[in-house]
């Protein structure tokens, strides 16, 4: 079973929301065939979110020790953890000690070259070419 396979639907409706969407606790719950929401299964849905490669926020949601009381209603958003410059910029505030924090937060709302990191640059390259 491949990465994708964990959570097909959540995974699909990511990429077809261009990489963010937003949704609820229960509809986790049920995609993933759990009945009720309690400590293990927020910590299911977020071990199963991460290894399909989303991300999601706020962190605290699918954390069983502060959402002591999870309800089917709560949102969560979850997002496509991958080399998108949405993805950097979700990823240096949620995981500051994993990237270079400065310079991704720095190219939010560049719009010249020369405001870019040289990976910035090549991401925007491939982004170009793919389009």
């Not at 929301?17 to 993933?32: A, M, Q, W």
Request: aromatic share 6%; net charge negative; proline share 4%.
């Amino acid at each position: 079973m491949s990465e994708t396979d964990t959570a097909p639907g959540i995974a699909a409706r990511c990429r077809a929301d261009g990489g963010l969407t937003e949704t609820t606790l229960g509809k986790l719950r049920d995609e993933l065939g759990y009945r009720k929401l309690g400590r293990w299964v927020l910590a299911e849905i977020a071990d199963t979110l991460r290894a399909t490669g989303l991300g999601f926020f706020p962190a605290d949601r699918l954390d069983a020790a502060l959402n002591t009381e999870p309800r089917q209603w709560q949102t969560v958003w979850i997002y496509a953890r991958d080399s998108s410059p949405r993805s950097r910029v979700i990823d240096a505030v949620l995981h500051p000690d994993d990237c270079d924090v400065r310079t991704e937060l720095e190219a939010i709302g560049t719009r010249t070259a020369a405001g870019l990191s040289h990976r910035q640059k090549l991401d925007l390259i491939r982004e170009i070419v793919n389009a």
